[in-house]
């Protein structure tokens, strides 16, 4: 069992895309692909829970088969950046531009 944590997009469209590909991710893999928070569980390949999460929303993702860590690291590419995962590439911080 493999395990990741993400933060959907702060953005919309950019959110229900993420989510729209997640599920399309998850389904070509054998593995069991939940999505968690604290206030939601669903299957990974259910189109159906697709607009379960919000933007900016942090969860989890938990695959659990012979392909878990495959599909861990498909849905990296997907979220790129994971939540205190020093195996995962770290977003660069946005910098604040003062005004003149």
């Given at each position: 069992?493999?395990?990741?944590?993400?933060?959907l997009?702060?953005?919309?469209?950019?959110?229900?895309?993420?989510?729209?590909?997640l599920?399309?991710?998850?389904?070509?893999?054998?593995?069991?692909?939940?999505?968690?928070?604290?206030?939601?569980?669903?299957?990974?390949?259910?189109i159906?829970?697709?607009?379960e999460?919000?933007?900016?929303?942090?969860?989890?993702?938990?695959?659990?088969?012979?392909?878990?860590?495959?599909?861990?690291?498909?849905?990296?590419?997907?979220?790129?950046?994971?939540?205190?995962?020093?195996?995962?590439?770290?977003?660069?911080?946005?910098?604040?531009?003062?005004?003149r």
């Open positions: 069992m493999k395990s990741r944590e993400y933060n997009a702060p953005e919309e469209k950019m959110a229900r895309e993420q989510m729209m590909e599920i399309l991710i998850s389904s070509r893999f054998t593995s069991s692909i939940t999505v968690e928070n604290e206030e939601k569980h669903f299957n990974g390949k259910s159906l829970k697709a607009g999460l919000k933007k900016g929303e942090r969860f989890y993702v938990v695959a659990d088969g012979s392909d878990a860590k495959e599909a861990i690291e498909a849905l990296d590419r997907l979220f790129p950046c994971a939540v205190n995962q020093p195996d995962v590439q770290s977003c660069p911080s946005k910098k604040v531009q003062k005004r």
